[in-house]
């Protein structure tokens, strides 16, 4: 995946503050902090994940979608692993 590798460096820097969300909540939920805390921190957490994955999709979608090289072929066997991974991530 081409255009992972050109946007390396934003996208871990995402994953890392991901991450950082996830000791929030997990240190919230260890101190049993009021509710409203631990909601509105699993809310940043999922807000966190849908505009990483925002970011791959499109990335995806132009590489691998918008290219003009590809046969139909391709582009179906393209459209059939986008469905898929968008299908796995709305379970």
């Known amino acids: 995946m081409g255009h992972t590798i050109r946007s390396k460096k934003p996208l871990l820097a995402r994953v890392r503050r991901m991450k950082g969300q996830l000791e929030a909540l997990e240190r919230a939920l260890d101190t049993d902090a009021e509710c ?39 582009r179906l066997a393209e459209v059939d692993t986008l469905a898929g991974a968008v299908r796995s991530y709305l379970k």
């Open 36 to 74: 409203g805390a631990v909601l509105q921190q699993i809310a940043a957490v999922r807000g966190a994940v849908n505009g990483l994955m925002a970011e791959v999709l499109e990335g995806h979608i132009r590489e691998h979608l918008g290219s003009e090289t590809l046969t139909a072929e391709e």
